[in-house]
């Protein structure tokens, strides 16, 4: 993994309605976006980025480049990744909604074959306060700090970094994974990341009703986090198979070995107590909580 202010950072659908207002945005922060690509827009100049029709001609001006922010509709998803991934580029932010499964599928199989790491699809990306912002994140909530958050909810996440803001407490690195049905990256591996992460002291983790992403970081956590982890979940009162989109909604209740309630909040909450993982009730709660643990850590 390699995200930092140093990073060069092109825009696949620098065209479309939300590439042409987060890119912008994205320059203005400090993220480094050396061009933009859309097929058939080449050689347009949006906000001083350049713009090209394929990847390699991007490169072929600009030179290396580390990350893809997408922003194209979803059927062009998977066309974008592939072209992104041949072109050499190893970490990939989707910010788009709705991808279809089977193209995820395969672009996850490429991803996998060629050690690409991918954030969403459906996912608002990856802010690192004060440095780097890699999709939608208000910048407005976050401020540099050690609390790490990863999370599979988009306006969960901005609400609790900016209780931690108002609290005094900043952000080492902020990720949303996504909220389609297949994302690229899991639980588990952020938290390794934010785990070797030397700015990180704390880890916040948000989760929702739906799949077992829950349950089986709550099991990593156990076994491999040594650092404080404080969990969220989202959806606890929302009635067993009830439909809540961003929340999750389909609930896996056949997943192997892991009985057959997993997605339900009971079990979700079940696996983060197993854990030893305390929950809070509400995002207000999660500063309280962390201030303690720090203190406890400060006494040593």
Do not use: C
Request: glycine share 10%; proline share 6%.
């Amino acid at each position: 993994m390699n995200f930092s202010s140093n990073s060069n950072v092109l825009i696949q659908g620098i065209t479309d309605p939300l590439g042409r207002i987060y890119a912008p945005r994205m320059q203005k922060y400090g993220t480094r976006i050396v061009a933009g690509v859309d097929p058939g827009q080449g050689g347009q100049i949006i906000q001083g980025i350049a713009v090209y029709d394929m990847v390699e001609q991007a490169i072929a001006q600009v030179g290396t480049i580390d990350i893809t922010v997408l922003f194209v509709p979803p059927y062009a998803v998977l066309d974008a990744a592939l072209e992104a991934i041949t072109a050499g580029i190893r970490q990939l932010v989707i910010i788009t909604e709705g991808v279809p499964p089977l193209d995820m599928v395969h672009l996850l199989r490429q991803a996998e074959a060629t050690e690409t790491l991918v954030i969403g699809p459906n996912a608002p990306g990856l802010i690192i306060p004060g440095q780097l912002l890699l999709g939608i994140h208000p910048p407005l909530f976050y401020q540099p700090g050690s609390v790490g958050i990863v999370s599979r909810s988009s306006t969960l996440t901005y609400e609790i970094a900016w209780e931690l803001t108002q609290a005094g407490l900043g952000q080492s690195m902020v990720i949303g994974i996504g909220s389609d049905r297949i994302v690229g990256s899991s639980f588990q591996q952020w938290l390794q990341i934010l785990e070797e992460d030397d700015r990180t002291e704390v880890i916040v983790l948000i989760g929702e009703i739906g799949g077992d992403s829950e349950e089986m970081a709550a099991q990593y956590v156990s076994e491999v986090i040594d650092k404080p982890v404080v969990a969220y979940l989202a959806g606890r009162t929302a009635p067993k198979g009830q439909s809540m989109g961003h929340a999750g909604a389909i609930i896996a209740s056949l997943i192997a070995d892991m009985g057959t309630d997993i997605g339900t909040a009971e079990s979700k909450l079940a696996a983060f107590k197993q854990a030893k993982i305390p929950v809070v009730n509400r995002p207000s709660q999660v500063p309280d909580w962390i201030k303690k643990v720090s203190n406890k850590i400060n006494k040593g």
